[in-house]
T-cell receptor, first 110, second 113 residues
Framework: GQQLNQSPQSMFIQEGEDVSMNCTSSSIFNTWLWYKQEPGEGPVLLIALYKAGELTSNGRLTAQFGITRKDSFLNISASIPSDVGIYFCAGMEYGNKLVFGAGTILRVKS | NAGVTQTPKFRILKIGQSMTLQCTQDMNHNYMYWYRQDPGMGLKLIYYSVGAGITDKGEVPNGYNVSRSTTEDFPLRLELAAPSQTSVYFC????????????FGNGTRLTVT
């Protein structure tokens, strides 16, 4: 099956720092999504991107859909302790199915 | 405001036993999905359904079966549990059919020993 390359695998940052993570694919996707997962819970949708070049914000989170439709990035500004978790990118295939990256583990030092 | 509900939260099975993971959603979504999540890896699609009576295989369907007799419910069946099926299982739903984000349940952690 298709695979997404998500990086970095993990980050340990100081509270207040900005965070950047990205996802690349060998295939084109028409929709990119970013999810966050906290321990013991399912992934929760953060941002959905529907058009190449689209830049969308949700509070301190900003995500972009790459022009080539093969990549996306997520930025978190001024990180806080509750940002801790695993962040997943996902590309949407035909038939409304998601292909996930392996996730970025974010730890925040306060 | 329940969303997607999965039961049980945890289960330990012996090799060769069978069980059904339950999933129900109250959002009247047509599309439902089962994913498994292994440590350090993203979620992989096991089976999905685009409506009652219709199911199809995902990327990793071997060892599993599903049924969809109602819009609300999408149970996942393991017939002969194997250690390789130790994982966290997530059910999800979406409105479908295009560009509709998936909403996930809180998962079932299954250990097969």
């Amino acid at each position: 099956g298709q695979q997404l390359n998500q990086s970095p695998q993990s980050m340990f940052i100081q509270e207040g720092e900005d965070v950047s993570m990205n996802c690349t694919s060998s295939s084109i996707f028409n929709t990119w999504l970013w999810y966050k997962q906290e321990p013991g819970e399912g992934p929760v949708l953060l941002i959905a991107l529907y058009k190449a070049g689209e830049l969308t914000s949700n509070g301190r989170l900003t995500a972009q859909f790459g022009i080539t439709r093969k990549d996306s990035f997520l930025n978190i500004s001024a990180s806080i302790p509750s940002d801790v978790g695993i962040y997943f990118c996902a590309g949407m295939e035909y038939g409304n199915k998601l292909v996930f990256g392996a996730g970025t583990i974010l730890r925040v030092k306060s | 405001n329940a969303g997607v509900t999965q039961t049980p939260k945890f289960r330990i099975l012996k090799i060769g036993q069978s069980m059904t993971l339950q999933c129900t959603q109250d959002m009247n979504h047509n599309y439902m999905y089962w994913y498994r999540q292994d440590p350090g890896m993203g979620l992989k699609l096991i089976y999905y359904s685009v409506g009652a009576g219709i199911t199809d295989k995902g990327e990793v369907p071997n060892g599993y079966n599903v049924s969809r007799s109602t819009t609300e419910d999408f149970p996942l069946r393991l017939e002969l549990a194997a250690p390789s099926q130790t994982s966290v299982y997530f059910c999800a739903s979406s409105r479908g059919p295009y560009n509709s984000p998936l909403h996930f349940g809180n998962g079932t952690r299954l250990t097969v020993t």
